[in-house]
Nanobody, 125 residues
Framework: QVQLTESGGGSVETGGSLRLSCAAS????????MAWFRQISGKEREGVAA???????NTAESVKGRFTISRDNAKNTMYLQMNSLNPEDTALYYC???????????????????WGQGTQVTVSS
């Protein structure tokens, strides 16, 4: 069974950038849907961006144009490049993997069976 480990979180000022990584072990992510979710304390988990096995992307409106998801199947790793960060992006960011069940389900958390432990992103004004 695949295990996921996030890295790359940290603290930045408004307008800054971060690149999150999600390294998978135990199984290949090649045929899996992969996604980034985030959760602010006290709020529901929110889908940020997702990518299907052949690289098709689905990105939340709140981050479109600022965040880019990508995957490197050879390295068994997924990434989230985050630019133009603002305080509303402050959250715990999780990566997730699951079976691909269609493009419309990519940002639905119930589609994902494996989750990482999360990496904190804090953006100060």
């Amino acid at each position: 069974q695949v295990q996921l480990t996030e890295s790359g979180g940290g603290s930045v000022e408004t307008g800054g950038s971060l690149r999150l990584s999600c390294a998978a072990s135990g199984d290949s992510i090649q045929n899996k849907a992969m996604a980034w979710f985030r959760q602010i304390s006290g709020k529901e988990r929110e889908g940020v961006a997702a990518i299907d096995p052949i690289g098709g992307r689905n990105t939340a409106e709140s981050v479109k144009g600022r965040f880019t998801i990508s995957r490197d199947n050879a390295k068994n790793t997924m990434y989230l490049q985050m630019n133009s960060l603002n305080p509303e992006d402050t959250a715990l960011y999780y990566c997730a993997s699951g079976p691909y069940r269609g493009f419309g389900r990519l940002l639905k958390s119930e589609n994902y069976v494996t989750w990482g432990q999360g990496t904190q992103v804090t953006v100060s004004s």
